[in-house]
């Protein structure tokens, strides 16, 4: 069973970036999808970037296209989501997904906050 914990999260004025990591643990790492989302207050969680298993694809939602960019280090089991130029509205919990259907995990969520 695949375990997830992000950290990198906090407090940052506009402008200014942040990096979120998502530690895994588990088998077959390797064979996984790896996707941030992300949930205002008040919103439903929405999709934010993933990085496919195999060939590295990556997908970006139109909101953080050119500001944020989704790496993963499969020898250190650990995704990265660099966030740049952050603005208010980019601000709610953000959550680790990992997919190798039917298999799924979630990682407990880390809090960013952009606000002056």
């Known amino acids: 069973q695949v375990q997830l914990v992000e950290s990198g999260g906090g407090l940052v004025q506009p402008g200014n970036s942040l990096r979120l990591s998502c530690a895994a643990s588990?088998?077959?790492?390797?064979?996984?999808?790896f996707g941030w989302f992300r949930q205002a207050e008040g919103k439903e969680r929405e999709g934010v970037s993933c990085?496919?298993?195999?060939?590295?694809?990556?997908y970006y939602a139109d909101s953080v296209k050119g500001r944020f960019t989704i790496s993963r280090d499969n020898a250190k089991n650990t995704v990265y989501l660099q966030m740049n130029s952050l603005k208010p509205e980019d601000t709610g919990t953000y959550f680790c997904?990992?997919?190798?259907?039917?298999?799924?995990?979630w990682g407990q969520g880390t809090q960013v906050t952009v606000s002056s």
């Open positions: 990085i496919s298993a195999s060939d590295r694809r990556t």
């Open positions: 588990g088998p077959s790492l390797n064979h996984y999808s």
């Open positions: 997904n990992a997919v190798d259907r039917p298999y799924y995990a």
